[in-house]
């Protein structure tokens, strides 16, 4: 049972290069979650999608696009890397009420230089 | 914009003692508590979840939440050295999603 998978797990980018981080859950989970984790500010929530079709922003979504390709795919865009975007990048999914715990992905270390 | 606080530490703890780690919520509708573990260059994964309140124990671990006063913990009876994590406090947002504290380290010595 794979869980969550997301793809990349390394990525090096110029300023300005675009990339899509993927992201695949196999739990049939309705909701899935893009956060970014950097030193000392904990995970940040990006983008999230409550169900397939729908996409909302979360606390810091400059920057980024997210398509919920299907219910199992959920994948994140930088359009034109910049320097504050190096960070951990981590996906999740759950089953989308109050009381359902997230599984996480095992992550995307991305530098932009 | 809902906000959840932890004491980033580093906590260190002897090996065999009991290590508290705390964390604070602004929202008080918050319905659900979750804590999650993360070891140094890995992904998060769930230790506990509370929803109601008082004490809840599995293991070695046991949260606690006290809905009043906004505040809930975990407690690790006899820490290991393979206790030493971050630990992240996190309560559900409206649509389901976690929001995060900014995690206590903890350091267990041998």
């Known amino acids: 049972n794979a869980g969550v998978t997301q793809t990349p797990k390394f990525q090096v980018l110029k300023t300005g290069q675009s990339m899509t981080l993927q992201c695949a859950q196999d739990?049939?989970?309705?909701?899935m979650y893009w956060y970014r984790q950097d030193p000392g500010m904990g995970l940040r929530l990006i983008y999230y999608?409550?169900?397939?079709?729908?996409?909302d922003k979360g606390e810091v979504p400059n920057g980024y696009n997210v398509s919920r390709l299907n219910k199992r795919e959920f994948s994140l865009r930088l359009e034109s890397a910049a320097p504050s975007q190096t960070s951990v990048y981590f996906c999740?999914?759950?089953?989308?009420?109050?009381?359902?715990?997230?599984?996480f992905g095992q992550g995307t270390r991305l530098t932009v230089v | 914009q809902k906000e959840v606080e932890q004491n980033s530490g580093p906590l260190s703890v002897p090996e065999g003692a009991i290590a508290s780690l705390n964390c604070t919520y602004s929202?008080?509708?918050?319905?659900?508590f979750f804590w999650y573990r993360q070891y140094s260059g890995k992904s998060p994964e769930l230790i506990m979840f509370?929803?109601?309140?008082g004490d809840k124990e599995d293991g070695r671990f046991t949260a606690q939440l006290n809905k009043a006063s906004q505040y809930v913990s975990l407690l690790i009876r006899d820490s290991q050295p393979s206790d030493s994590a971050t630990y992240l406090c996190?309560?559900?947002?409206?649509?389901?999603?976690?929001?995060f504290g900014k995690g206590t380290k903890l350091s267990v010595k041998p």
């Open positions: 999608s409550a169900s397939e079709g729908t996409t």
């Open positions: 996190a309560v559900t947002g409206s649509q389901g999603n976690l929001i």
């Open positions: 739990m049939n989970h309705n909701s």
């Open positions: 929202d008080r509708g918050s319905q659900s």
């Open positions: 509370i929803y109601s309140n």
């Open positions: 999740a999914s759950n089953a989308g009420s109050v009381n359902t715990e997230a599984f």
